[in-house]
């Protein structure tokens, strides 16, 4: 979803790397049995996603399925999808020209849509594009054994139903492509609020809360497994709410927060995506009282501009934001904080525009993920608004923030030479075995010569000497 930003060298935008990512365990291909059926799985889109992904592979598992790298093996060939702009849809659609020339050399194998793409284009892939067999929206996964089933046997097969309680509290996903050392745990679906460029609440629905004891189950085995960090993951977090149906105590997300850190002092808690309108002081006092619960708050602002927030319905202004930043200064000094932005929303000035520049520069975040506007069919902005800013305008506008935001990360970092960092051994740096990577409290990359007898799962202490805007380099000390 994220590619299709002209971005300058350095710049990240959200896992832009994975995007199209195939999604495997190494330890299945061995235990696959001789003539059991195969599953492929590409997924785009947001962390949500890919842990959707890992939540269809435990249910094709269970199903007797095993999960395969190459698409020639497959018997199964299924896309995780993402709606959020228009490019991404374009992307799936190109990969769907691929498996239809796969189906036309092998015309056993199926082939499935799956995730935030289903419930717009169903009918478009069964009926018009016919090349699709199956298509799954986010809360029909326990459905696909028997939806696959039917379409083998010709049928082709659909279900894209909403649900107002799924949450897949009891389903533990298969951890596909995982460094062993750190996880994302699903911990709410769907969103209510209603942001006017979003396409989410109407792809993935109502939100809903899962029940924290299998949220902290599931945190306590990945720590009995090894992993040492936990993501808790949600279309906003902060509304988290669960109500105890036989005492009627509830949880909210400081509750939840500080029960996943008590599982084990050595197991980091992070946590995405919080919203300004609902992130209390509340939870900041909880981050304060936890050493294991990182200092780093991924906080979107989208716009500088408060008439945009209006039209974008975010709920909140800029003085709002500045107060939000404020508090978390007071209470985390230590915090770093990231962002979402959106250039070119519809009737943006330049004026408004440079309220974004001087928003990314006043925050001082350490990074953001940067968009320009891409309209969605059937949002509230789609209906509302006319698309108006050109496309060169909001690319340039884009630009403008990338540039500004790898300065302002540099800057950051720059204040990071000579400190001493704890940091998580995740494996082996990109460039070089010969070094390790991991991230400290503030979710910054550090990379560092590796050292005899350490592994990755181990903390050590990391003194920074060099900086670029997105890794701090250093050495044990
Ligand atoms: N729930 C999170 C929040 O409210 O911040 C983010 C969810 S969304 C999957 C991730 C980001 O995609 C958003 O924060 C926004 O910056 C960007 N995004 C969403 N819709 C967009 C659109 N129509 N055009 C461009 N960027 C968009
Ligand atoms: Fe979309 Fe807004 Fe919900 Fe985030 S909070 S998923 S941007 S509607």
């Known amino acids: 979803?994220?590619?299709?930003?002209?971005?300058?060298?350095?710049?990240?935008?959200?896992?832009?790397?994975?995007?199209?990512?195939?999604?495997?365990?190494?330890?299945?291909?061995?235990?696959?049995?001789?003539?059991?059926?195969?599953?492929?799985?590409?997924?785009?889109?947001?962390?949500?996603?890919?842990?959707?992904?890992?939540?269809?592979?435990?249910?094709?598992?269970?199903?007797?399925?095993?999960?395969?790298?190459?698409?020639?093996?497959?018997?199964?060939?299924?896309?995780?999808?993402?709606?959020?702009?228009e490019k991404a849809e374009e992307t799936v659609r190109k990969r769907l020209r691929v498996f239809e020339l796969m189906k036309k050399q092998r015309p056993g194998i199926l082939v499935g849509v799956l995730g935030c793409m289903a419930e717009r284009l169903k009918k478009q892939f069964l009926e018009e594009e016919k090349l699709v067999d199956l298509v799954v929206g986010p809360d029909a996964y326990r459905d696909l054994p028997n939806l696959i089933g039917s379409a083998e046997e010709g049928g082709r097969m659909v279900n894209v139903l909403l649900s107002r309680e799924e949450t897949y509290a009891d389903i533990s996903p298969v951890r596909l492509e995982s460094n062993g050392i750190t996880a994302f745990i699903s911990i709410m679906r769907g969103c209510d609020n209603m942001c006017s460029f979003c396409v989410v609440p109407f792809t993935r629905g109502r939100e809903r809360s899962r029940d924290p004891f299998s949220i902290v189950a599931?945190?306590?085995?990945?720590?009995?497994?090894?992993?040492?960090?936990?993501?808790?993951?949600?279309?906003n977090v902060d509304s988290y709410k669960w109500t105890n149906p036989e005492t009627g105590e509830r949880v909210s997300f400081?509750?939840?927060?500080?029960?996943?850190?008590?599982?084990?002092?050595?197991?980091?808690?992070?946590?995405?995506?919080?919203?300004?309108?609902?992130?209390?002081?509340?939870?900041?006092?909880?981050?304060?009282?936890?050493?294991?619960?990182?200092?780093?708050?991924?906080?979107?602002?989208?716009?500088?501009?408060?008439?945009?927030?209006?039209?974008?319905?975010?709920?909140?202004?800029?003085?709002?934001?500045e107060q939000r930043i404020a508090a978390i200064r007071r209470i985390l000094p230590e915090a770093a904080v990231s962002s979402d932005i959106i250039t070119g929303f519809c009737s943006e000035t330049e004026e408004e525009h440079r309220d974004t520049l001087s928003m990314v520069e006043w925050?001082?975040?350490?990074?953001?993920?940067?968009?320009?506007?891409?309209?969605?069919?059937?949002?509230?902005?789609?209906?509302?608004?006319?698309?108006?800013?050109?496309?060169?305008?909001?690319?340039?506008?884009?630009?403008?923030?990338?540039?500004?935001?790898?300065?302002?990360?540099?800057?950051?970092?720059?204040?990071?030479?000579?400190?001493?960092?704890?940091?998580?051994?995740?494996?082996?740096?990109?460039?070089?075995?010969?070094?390790?990577?991991?991230?400290?409290?503030?979710?910054?990359?550090?990379?560092?010569?590796?050292?005899?007898?350490?592994?990755?799962?181990?903390?050590?202490w990391v003194k920074v000497r060099e900086v670029s805007s997105a890794t701090l380099l250093g050495e044990i000390v």
């Open 254 to 321: 400081a509750n939840l927060l500080e029960m996943t850190a008590l599982v084990h002092p050595d197991l980091r808690v992070r946590f995405s995506t919080s919203h300004p309108k609902d992130m209390t002081d509340e939870v900041l006092h909880v981050m304060a009282r936890y050493d294991n619960i990182c200092k780093y708050i991924h906080l979107p602002v989208q716009s500088g501009n408060s008439r945009i927030l209006e039209r974008m319905n975010r709920t909140y202004d800029r003085p709002w934001y």
């Open 1 to 85: 979803m994220y590619d299709n930003n002209p971005t300058l060298e350095g710049v990240k935008t959200i896992d832009e790397a994975r995007q199209g990512q195939v999604l495997f365990r190494e330890q299945w291909d061995h235990t696959a049995v001789a003539g059991g059926k195969q599953f492929y799985i590409e997924s785009y889109g947001c962390q949500m996603n890919f842990s959707d992904s890992e939540i269809v592979a435990s249910i094709l598992g269970e199903a007797g399925f095993t999960a395969t790298r190459n698409l020639e093996d497959s018997d199964l060939i299924l896309i995780n999808t993402c709606s959020i702009r």
């Open 363 to 460: 925050a001082d975040f350490s990074m953001s993920f940067m968009f320009f506007y891409s309209e969605r069919p059937g949002t509230l902005a789609a209906r509302k608004y006319a698309d108006d800013v050109p496309e060169e305008v909001k690319k340039r506008r884009l630009n403008e923030v990338i540039r500004l935001q790898n300065a302002v990360s540099l800057r950051h970092n720059q204040r990071d030479i000579g400190r001493t960092f704890r940091v998580l051994i995740e494996g082996n740096s990109r460039k070089s075995d010969r070094d390790f990577c991991g991230r400290n409290t503030q979710n910054k990359m550090v990379v560092f010569p590796k050292k005899e007898g350490l592994k990755p799962g181990e903390y050590i």
């Open 218 to 235: 599931e945190a306590t085995a990945l720590f009995e497994n090894g992993y040492r960090e936990v993501t808790l993951l949600g279309q």
